[in-house]
C-alpha cells in the first residue's frame, strides 16, 4: 500500500562558528507498509520517527526520494490520498474553545461531510472511544487517556483506509495504554492499515506485525517481532533491539 525509496530528509541550522549546517533526520530510508497490517517504527527519541511520519503525512516535504500510495505520489493526486490518511499527532492540539463533539464537528466539515453523515458518525465514533457522556464536555477537564481517545476519534471521522498513530500511548499510565492498545487491535481487524511510532518496546511487541527499528534516522532493519528473535537468537524485542543498536533500552 505504501512504498518508501530512498527518503531524506535535512534541516539547515548552523555550527558553533555560525556556518551554514544540515541535520539529516531521516537518512536514505527504503521500506514497503503492506496493507491491513499494524506496522510499526521503532526507535530512540530523536530517531527521525515522527519526521518521517510527517513526511508520510505530507505535512512536510521530503529533501530528496518518493512516497507512493497505491502506485502514486502526493504530487500527483494530493486530495485523493489525503482522505486516504487519518493521522494521530504525538501532542494534543485540540480547539480548546469548543468542547468534545464541536471539535469533532469541526473536523468532519473540513472533509466535507454531509450534516446527517457526520452527526451520526460523531456519535458513533464517540460511543466505540467510551466517550458518549462527555459529548458536551469541554476538552480542558478530559483525562491524558480520554484526549488520546478523543485524538483517535478526530482521526477515524472521514473514515481513512490508513491510520498513523504517532507515540499515541506517550505519557500514559500502563493501563491506559493497555486500552489504547485494545483498540488500535480492533481498528486493524476492520481493515484499517495502521502505521504506529513508539519508543515503547512492549508496545511494537505486543502489537504490529512487523516492525522497522530506526536509529540516527537510518533504518536498521525490518521484520516481525518473532523473526527478530529467531533471526538473532534472542528472547525479547528489547534483545533484540539493544543487539542493533547497541542501547540499553529505546528511550
Known sequence: MIEILNLVKKFKSVDKNNQPTFKIAVDNVTLKIRRNEIFGILGPNGAG??????????????TAGKIFYDGKTFEENKTAIKKMLGVVPQHINFDQDLNVGENLELHARLYGMEKIDRRQRIDKLLSYMELADCKNYSVKKLSGGMKRRLLIARALIHRPQILFLD??????????????????????????????????????????????????GKLIAVDSPQNF???????????????????????
Not at 51 to 62: R, V, Y
Not at 177 to 193: F, H, S
Open 49 to 62: 520517527k515522527t519526521t518521517l511520519i510527517k513526511m508520510l503525512t505530507g505535512q512536510i516535504l521530503p
Open 167 to 216: 507515540e499515541p500511548t506517550v505519557a500514559l499510565d500502563p493501563q491506559v495504554r493497555r486500552k489504547i492498545w485494545a483498540l488500535i487491535e480492533e481498528l486493524a481487524k476492520g481493515g484499517v492499515t495502521i502505521i504506529l511510532t513508539t519508543h515503547y518496546i512492549e508496545e511494537a511487541e505486543k502489537l504490529c506485525q512487523r516492525t522497522a527499528i530506526i536509529n540516527g
Open 229 to 251: 528473535c529467531d533471526r538473532l537468537g534472542k528472547n525479547s524485542l528489547e534483545d533484540v533491539f539493544v543487539e542493533l543498536t547497541g542501547r540499553r533500552n529505546s528511550l
